[in-house]
């Protein structure tokens, strides 16, 4: 056998599996088909993938689909295109319900030998039972009661919706988690997959090892929530004699600022807090990538989490700020400027009718390709840039050269109105302080677009809830923020989803055509002032 062979991750640590066989290694990602796919699990899908990849191994995409009360098909198909946008590619997929015969022959087994027996302890009582260490008075029921009860709970009779199974474990070990679980619990309703055929299903608990065991899983990836359950998870699989399965924690994700249960998810969802599941401002898989966020930039982020176990809610700026590194060589470069506060520049000595000239798309990094640039003796500056020019002042426009400012309008309120500047392109760019950016007046040959840039806040306004919290009450009220602006032409082609720079604005992502208008969502950039508005 050989060892556990490590890759060092960016972060620098060594990220390795124990007893990894080369070539041997089987990972799985459970979702529940029961939403969208969020952060969170977007972190267990890369490392399962990772670590596959890592040992020329196998990944199965498993739906863990144990609950009709929560589970629909439609998720699956939707989780599906979720792992897409993740980049993540399962060598097979799989449905915990594909066990359900074998689980219940199991069950049955389990009961016969004395290690699983049926239960109608109320909930709250069998809570408090477990609490203080004490044995449910059906804990030695016959082996025969239990049958009897487990085929009433199969054919979802009355009195057997009342019971459960639990394994018997333990009744008072330190670890509550070993305190005889749940294995079994009746469900009336349809599953949306084996339909009418079980009113009984597994938990999480008792499938989960089996299910691994029989897959070929080697290696368990378990958030360390579960590292209490993980003698549970062991003893499943010993008991029934099954195969060993490694357990190998990472801590689970959490932001500021941010939900990430599904149930809650649903409630902004429902009541129109956000456009859909793909909301920007959602920590779905699919909104954060339609902000802008690369998968690469997740992956690195997800690695350098790697096998830390402290559980914290951690600053969206650190994995926004590597996404910067990311996009900032291939993201071209435009211009655009706010709508309602341009100033009319005459440069004189520019020429009388357009020009146009192509220019690289980035400066360094010839590779993206070119766009076009329209000269113009009449142009449009921003309100601020024009405001700040002093008299006879020597400023760049960028793309063009120096420009030496001759005079500026400004009316009562204190507002430029116009400005006049000669051209002085024997100047030195690298010696004055202000770089412009600036766009050719429109024209009937050379209209410039308008485009709407769309900057997002929290959805909550409070960093960490409380236990206590109602989220409800922490709704940010406004969260979305728009300004028109005009923008350079090179916009018009620009395919949707496309991830570029307004230079000296931020990084932007093209979202497609609303309301007639190109609209562009702000990337954040991990600097502190992310909310360009407020
Ligand atoms: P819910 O979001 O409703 O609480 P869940 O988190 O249990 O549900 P699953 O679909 O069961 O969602 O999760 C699939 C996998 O993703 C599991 O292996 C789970 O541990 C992992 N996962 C879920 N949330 C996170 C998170 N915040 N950080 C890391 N891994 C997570
Ligand atoms: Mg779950
Ligand atoms: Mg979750």
Same mark, same amino acid.
């Given at each position: 056998?050989?060892?556990?062979?490590?890759?060092?991750?960016?972060?620098?640590?060594?990220?390795?599996?124990?007893?990894?066989?080369?070539?041997?290694?089987?990972?799985?990602?459970?979702?529940?088909?029961?939403?969208?796919?969020?952060?969170?699990?977007?972190?267990?899908?890369?490392?399962?993938?990772?670590?596959?990849?890592?040992?020329?191994?196998?990944?199965?995409?498993?739906?863990?689909?144990?609950?009709?009360?929560?589970?629909?098909?439609?998720?699956?198909?939707?989780?599906?295109?979720?792992?897409?946008?993740?980049?993540?590619?399962?060598?097979?997929?799989?449905?915990?319900?594909?066990?359900?015969?074998?689980?219940?022959?199991?069950?049955?087994?389990?009961?016969?030998?004395?290690?699983?027996?049926?239960?109608?302890?109320?909930?709250?009582?069998?809570?408090?039972?477990?609490?203080?260490?004490?044995?449910?008075?059906?804990?030695?029921?016959?082996?025969?009661?239990?049958?009897?009860?487990?085929?009433?709970?199969?054919?979802?009779?009355?009195?057997?919706?009342?019971?459960?199974?639990?394994?018997?474990?333990?009744?008072?070990?330190?670890?509550?988690?070993?305190?005889?679980?749940?294995?079994?619990?009746?469900?009336?309703?349809?599953?949306?997959?084996?339909?009418?055929?079980?009113?009984?299903?597994?938990?999480?608990?008792?499938?989960?090892?089996?299910?691994?065991?029989?897959?070929?899983?080697?290696?368990?990836?378990?958030?360390?929530?579960?590292?209490?359950?993980?003698?549970?998870?062991?003893?499943?699989?010993?008991?029934?004699?099954?195969?060993?399965?490694?357990?190998?924690?990472?801590?689970?994700?959490?932001?500021?600022?941010?939900?990430?249960?599904?149930?809650?998810?649903?409630?902004?969802?429902?009541?129109?807090?956000?456009?859909?599941?793909?909301?920007?401002?959602?920590?779905?898989?699919?909104?954060?990538?339609?902000?802008?966020?690369?998968?690469?930039?997740?992956?690195?982020?997800?690695? /350098?989490?790697?096998?830390?176990?402290? %559980? !914290?809610? =951690?600053?969206?700026?650190?994995?926004?700020?590597?996404? &910067? #590194?990311? @996009?900032?060589?291939?993201?071209?470069?435009?211009?655009?400027?706010?709508?309602?506060?341009?100033?009319?520049?005459?440069?004189?000595?520019?020429?009388?009718?357009?020009?146009?000239?192509?220019?690289?798309?980035?400066?360094?990094?010839?590779?993206?390709?070119?766009?076009?640039?329209?000269?113009?003796?009449?142009?449009?500056?921003?309100?601020?840039?024009?405001?700040?020019?002093?008299?006879?002042?020597?400023?760049?426009?960028?793309?063009?050269?120096?420009?030496?400012?001759?005079?500026?309008?400004?009316?009562? /309120?204190?507002?430029?109105?116009?400005? %006049? !500047?000669? =051209?002085?392109?024997?100047?030195?760019?690298?010696?004055? &302080? #202000?770089? @412009?950016?600036?766009?050719?007046?429109?024209?009937?040959?050379?209209?410039?677009?308008?485009?709407?840039?769309?900057?997002?806040?929290?959805?909550?306004?409070?960093?960490?809830?409380?236990?206590?919290?109602?989220?409800?009450?922490?709704?940010?009220?406004?969260?979305?923020?728009?300004?028109?602006?005009?923008?350079?032409?090179?916009?018009?082609?620009?395919?949707?989803?496309?991830?570029?720079?307004?230079?000296?604005?931020?990084?932007?992502?093209?979202?497609?055509?609303?309301?007639?208008?190109?609209?562009?969502?702000?990337?954040?950039?991990?600097?502190?002032?992310?909310?360009?508005?407020?």
């Amino acid at each position: 056998a050989q060892k556990a062979r490590s890759n060092k991750t960016a972060a620098g640590f060594a990220l390795g599996l124990q007893d990894a066989i080369e070539g041997q290694v089987v990972t799985r990602f459970p979702p529940e088909p029961s939403g969208y796919l969020h952060i969170g699990h977007a972190k267990a899908a890369i490392l399962n993938q990772y670590f596959a990849r890592m040992y020329r191994g196998k990944l199965i995409i498993r739906f863990d689909d144990t609950n009709p009360s929560k589970e629909r098909s439609e998720f699956e198909d939707t989780i599906l295109e979720d792992l897409q946008l993740l980049d993540i590619h399962g060598d097979k997929i799989t449905h915990t319900s594909d066990y359900f015969d074998q689980l219940y022959e199991l069950a049955v087994k389990m009961i016969k030998e004395g290690k699983a027996y049926a239960d109608d302890t109320e909930k709250e009582q069998m809570q408090k039972e477990r609490f203080d260490g004490i044995a449910s008075k059906h804990r030695e029921d016959s082996v025969e009661d239990n049958l009897k009860h487990f085929e009433e709970m199969r054919q979802g009779t009355t009195e057997g919706v009342r019971w459960c199974i639990r394994a018997k474990l333990s009744v008072d070990s330190p670890n509550k988690a070993l305190r005889d679980p749940v294995i079994y619990r009746c469900n009336l309703l349809p599953h949306h997959r084996t339909g009418d055929k079980w009113k009984i299903y597994p938990t999480y608990d008792f499938a989960c090892p089996i299910v691994d065991s029989i897959e070929g899983v080697t290696h368990a990836l378990r958030t360390n929530e579960y590292r209490d359950r993980n003698p549970q998870y062991l003893w499943m699989n010993k008991t029934l004699g099954m195969r060993k399965v490694n357990i190998w924690d990472f801590s689970r994700l959490n932001f500021i600022y941010t939900l990430l249960s599904k149930r809650k998810l649903h409630w902004f969802v429902d009541n129109n807090h956000v456009s859909g599941w793909d909301d920007p401002r959602f920590p779905t898989v699919r909104g954060i990538r339609r902000r802008g966020m690369t998968v690469e930039a997740l992956t690195q982020f997800m690695l /350098s989490q790697g096998p830390s176990s402290a %559980v !914290v809610s =951690l600053e969206w700026d650190s994995i926004w700020a590597l996404n &910067k #590194k990311v @996009i900032d060589p291939v993201a071209p470069r435009l211009w655009a400027l706010l709508k309602d506060k341009t100033v009319p520049v005459t440069v004189n000595g520019g020429p009388s009718t357009p020009e146009v000239k192509s220019l690289p798309r980035h400066k360094k990094n010839r590779d993206i390709g070119e766009k076009k640039t329209v000269y113009s003796s009449q142009i449009l500056i921003e309100q601020e840039d024009a405001a700040s020019f002093e008299d006879q002042e020597e400023v760049t426009l960028m793309d063009w050269g120096n420009a030496i400012v001759r005079s500026k309008t400004v009316d009562a /309120s204190g507002v430029v109105t116009g400005i %006049v !500047v000669d =051209l002085h392109l024997e100047g030195d760019v690298k010696k004055t &302080k #202000k770089k @412009i950016t600036w766009l050719a007046a429109p024209t009937s040959e050379h209209p410039i677009p308008t485009v709407s840039l769309v900057d997002f806040d929290y959805l909550i306004t409070k960093k960490k809830l409380e236990e206590n919290d109602q989220f409800a009450d922490f709704v940010t009220p406004v969260t979305e923020f728009k300004e028109e602006a005009f923008a350079d032409v090179n916009v018009l082609d620009l395919p949707k989803g496309e991830i570029m720079q307004f230079e000296r604005k931020g990084y932007y992502i093209y979202d497609g055509i609303k309301d007639g208008v190109r609209e562009f969502f702000r990337i954040p950039d991990g600097k502190a002032a992310g909310i360009a508005s407020k």
